[in-house]
């Protein structure tokens, strides 16, 4: 039984403080839930120490949004794996399609990204999804299992169980436009399956597949319901604690 994880990532917003005060909050409101559902918020980098002063010893996860996949060195304005996890993180999101856009991520960089954050110790978010246009062209297995494949072609068959796998489609990113629940399952039955194939069924059921795309408390229960979606990484709905809880609840 793989336990539903649900991860908030707050993008480019908020600074230290106001970040603090959602944190608070959500964890006022989680806190008397029981643990049956792993919850991660994201803040930006800056917010990181102070956010981890707030769910430290509490049972909600930190995680970064983005790294590095070089231990040090000369890469300005760059963030390693070890530094994430220094500063209290047991997760980082890669590969977010927002970062393949503007920054022109890579799957070669997110192979690269998985395989330093496994080492580190870091449990890597990978994200994947494939843009409006290639699904009107019925490129979706193509590109998304491609994407997967690609990300974790490096990565120690015995590790895959500790990675996180989010099929975000590009164009229910931010839109309020949700792939229906028996899309978004058809997608995730197919990564269960490429699983399957690359490393044998014990470990492919143990892999955490979240949807991620416009995931509102009024969709969550029916999204987490589908047989291979184990919870979601949300984006707009995360900025206000009552949605995010709302949503964490929907994921038990
Ligand atoms: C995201 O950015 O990962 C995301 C899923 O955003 P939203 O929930 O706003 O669509």
Not at 40 to 48: D, K, M
Not at 55 to 65: F, S
Not at 139 to 165: P, T
Not at 199 to 228: C, H, M, T
């Amino acid at each position: 039984m793989r336990k539903p994880i649900v991860a908030g990532n707050w993008k480019m917003h908020f600074a230290a403080e106001e970040a603090v005060a959602l944190a608070d909050q959500i964890r006022l409101e989680l806190v008397d839930e029981p643990g049956q559902c792993d919850v991660v918020l994201c803040p930006t980098f800056t917010s990181l120490n102070s956010v981890k002063n707030v769910v430290d010893g509490t049972k909600i996860g930190l995680g970064a949004q983005n790294m590095h996949w070089e231990g040090s060195g000369a890469y300005t304005g760059d963030v390693s794996a070890e530094m994430i996890l220094t500063s209290g993180c047991r997760y980082v999101i890669l590969g977010h399609s927002e970062r393949r856009q503007y920054a022109f991520e890579s799957d070669a960089d997110v192979k690269r990204k998985a395989v330093a954050a496994l080492n580190s110790g870091l449990i890597p978010i990978i994200c994947v999804g494939e843009r409006l246009e290639q699904r009107e062209a019925d490129q979706v297995e193509e590109i998304v299992i491609g994407q997967v494949a690609a990300a974790v072609e490096n990565i120690d068959k015995a590790e895959l169980n500790r990675i996180v796998i989010a099929y975000e489609p590009v164009w229910a990113i931010g839109t309020g436009r949700t792939a229906t629940a028996s899309q978004a399952e058809e997608v995730h039955a197919l990564i269960r399956g490429f699983f399957v194939n690359h490393a044998g069924i014990d470990v492919a059921e143990q892999i955490r597949l979240q949807y991620g795309g416009s995931v509102k408390p009024d969709n969550a229960e029916e999204l987490f319901s589908q047989k291979n979606i184990d919870g979601g990484l949300i984006g707009g709905a995360a900025l206000q604690a009552d949605s995010f809880v709302d949503i964490v609840k929907a994921a038990k």
